[in-house]
């Protein structure tokens, strides 16, 4: 195994099992060079071994697979304990069971294999490399995927079109590695919802809002909903079956706006007091009647994908939340929520803080929330922490 040397000062991250080695940490690697994609090892100033992981051209280096301990080798073995282990905690958190086959089998970094995801919709599951090396170690995964006992995957179809690094030139298509499309509708908590993994937005479908769908439904009895970036209806079709006296479903994208309407009628066939609507959330907010809705659900895209963006970021959701919050009815609830990773459960806190602040509305916090447990996040990797919302009642 080629090795890569640590400049002095720099080990100290991995000491804390950080699992990323940027490029500004490296003081010599092997005059030969090494390809993308390659297991390294990563030794310390001193030479002392700290580790190996998947090498790849890049500010992040090297993403760690284990720590020191020299003697475990990273091979097909490795990759079925690892798969294994995430395979039986979302058996512990109760995932698998009659009435749900939908999961995140494994989320990067939090369940130790960083640059990889796999999401489980009944018997298809579908993977995404972040790494060069996990690219080349797809059929294999797929392999370990259908072997797993207990697991019942026959379908993998692997997307990483739009997840791999542009300049790797890898030129991944999009496709079945087993299997092929053998139905499309997964099951979470009951409901049903069609995943179009072909052609929509990361894997197909948002498992990380099941639990905050869940909370949904508890508040929805007698509730007029207004579920604003609702992408496949989600929240709405947990509203409705917590007893929703009407729902409205609004996303910018027409294809959003269809696949809700599917996803309904798969659950609650013609039931009028759904309606679905293609718009803007802002020319949306703007244009509905004060105290129309007096549960608001606010779930957008990424505010902020860099550091950079940050500012901006705040400054949307600041004006999205005082938005909705100038019209909910009073006694109202709402759900507000950010999937940027760069932004911090403080940070959007301070956002809708300075919203609650410019509305006057009275304000209090009734739950903080953040992604479900089959999205983990490990302690040494708090980056990994991507989803935050507040549940508000405003009087
Ligand atoms: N709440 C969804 C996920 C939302 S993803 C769920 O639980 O599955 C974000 C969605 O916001 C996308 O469907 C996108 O089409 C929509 N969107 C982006 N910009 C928008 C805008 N300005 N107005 C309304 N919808 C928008």
Not at 350 to 358: D, G, I, P, T
Request: aromatic letters at 10%; charged letters at 25%; proline letters at 4%.
């Amino acid at each position: 195994m080629k090795e890569i040397k640590l400049k002095k000062g720099k080990e100290e991250s991995l000491g804390r099992f950080h699992p990323w080695v940027f490029s500004g940490a490296i003081a010599t690697v092997p005059s030969e060079g090494i390809e993308e994609g390659e297991v390294v090892k990563v030794v310390g100033h001193d030479g002392r071994e700290l580790g190996a992981g998947d090498w790849q051209i890049g500010s992040i280096a090297v993403r760690m697979l284990r720590f020191a301990s020299p003697e475990t080798e990273i091979n097909e073995e490795f990759f079925r304990h690892r798969l294994e282990d995430a395979y039986n905690l979302r058996q512990s958190l109760g995932l698998l069971r009659d009435d749900n086959d939908s999961y995140r089998l494994v989320h990067g970094e939090g369940d130790f294999l960083p640059g990889l995801v796999i999401d489980i919709y009944g018997e298809t599951a579908v993977m995404q490399a972040h790494s060069v090396a996990m690219h080349y170690r797809r059929e294999m995964l797929a392999d370990l995927l259908t072997q797993i006992t207990g697991l019942g995957v026959k379908n993998v179809y692997y997307k990483s079109e739009t997840t791999l690094p542009f300049k790797a030139r890898l030129d991944p298509q999009n496709d079945y590695l087993k299997g092929a499309m053998t139905g499309d509708v997964a099951l979470e908590n009951g409901l049903r919802f069609h995943v179009d993994w072909l052609k929509g937005q990361k894997t197909g479908f948002f498992l990380d809002q099941r639990d905050n769908r869940s909370l949904l439904e508890k508040y929805s009895r007698g509730r007029s909903v207004l579920n604003m970036f609702c992408y496949t209806g989600g929240f709405s079709v947990y509203a409705m079956r917590g007893g929703a006296k009407r729902v409205v479903s609004v996303d910018s994208s027409a294809k959003a706006i269809a696949l809700t309407d599917n996803n309904m009628e798969l659950n609650f066939p013609r039931d009028p007091r759904h309606e679905a609507v293609a718009e803007d959330a802002f020319r949306y907010l703007d244009t509905m009647r004060d105290g129309e809705f007096d549960l608001i659900v606010l779930d957008p895209p990424a505010f902020a994908k860099h550091r950079s963006a940050i500012p901006n970021a705040l400054r949307g959701y600041q004006k999205l939340n005082a938005a909705a919050m100038r019209k909910i009815a009073p006694g109202g609830v709402l759900f507000t929520f950010s999937c940027s990773q760069a932004i911090s459960a403080r940070d959007l806190r301070l956002a809708v803080f300075s919203a609650a602040a410019s509305t006057g509305r009275k304000v209090r916090i009734l739950h903080q929330m953040t992604q479900p447990a089959d999205h983990p996040v490990s302690i040494y990797h708090p980056e990994g922490e991507y989803l935050k919302g507040l549940i508000l009642a405003i009087d």
